[in-house]
């Protein structure tokens, strides 16, 4: 009986506190992911608005639009290959405008890693060009993930310790018991002097009392 109700407890101590952990992490993983994806987004507009500006006094100035564009896009993947960003603008086709309308931002998990994946167009009079953006967060995952390690690790940690509690706290509430049901095996084979020592003012001493009284009854 008491293996039976240890069990039937730990099972569901166990069930609880890794359903919470399961909740939790997933909840860390949304928000996470979600929090650099919307930081992503930011900043590729605001990239893409400073790459406008920047194209747009070139028209203006430069002599060679083709290469000063070239040379431009890529003093900015110099600067932002730091923040593990990468940057790339390309001709968006006539037939392809309406589909490359807007932004879109995902989350991607690749063999080399997590990325947070930006893909539109350059505000106008440049929505001709596409501008991809691409930042890698595979650092930012591995942190998240050695955190939900340790937490992992403090909830087994913490299953341990308590089933060692509860087994004690049940040994403690069981043994009063046996000792009755010991008892009561004994005056059914007659032997009416049998009685139940159990020290305290709780429920068990006083059903030990009502016990004795009983086998004293039992006895005359």
Excluded: W
Aim: proline letters at 2%.
């Amino acid at each position: 009986m008491r293996l039976k109700t240890f069990l039937a407890t730990y099972l569901l101590f166990l069930f609880a506190l890794f359903s919470c952990f399961g909740i939790i992490s997933a909840f860390m993983t949304d928000t996470q992911t979600d929090m650099q994806m919307r930081r992503a987004a930011a900043e590729y507009q605001r990239i893409a608005v400073s790459l406008s500006r920047d194209i747009a006094v070139l028209h203006v100035v430069s002599s060679n639009i083709s290469e000063d564009i070239n040379a431009l896009v890529g003093s900015y993947m110099e600067h932002y290959a730091q923040a593990n960003v990468t940057i790339e603008l390309t001709n968006v086709p006539l037939e392809s405008f309406e589909a490359h309308a807007g932004t879109s931002v995902s989350f991607a998990k690749r063999e080399n890693g997590h990325f947070i994946e930006a893909v539109g167009v350059l505000p106008e009079p440049f929505g001709f060009l596409r501008f991809n953006y691409r930042q890698n967060v595979t650092d930012i995952i591995s942190d998240m993930e050695r955190v939900q390690n340790v937490l992992l690790l403090i909830c087994a940690s913490f299953a341990a310790i308590t089933a060692f509690v509860l087994y004690f706290v049940l040994s403690r509430i069981f043994r009063p018991l046996g000792f009755v049901s010991q008892a009561s095996r004994k005056i059914s084979k007659g032997n009416y002097s049998e009685r139940i020592h159990i020290k305290g003012k709780n429920e068990l001493s006083a059903m030990a009392d009502d016990f004795n009284r009983m086998a004293d009854e039992i006895e005359r």
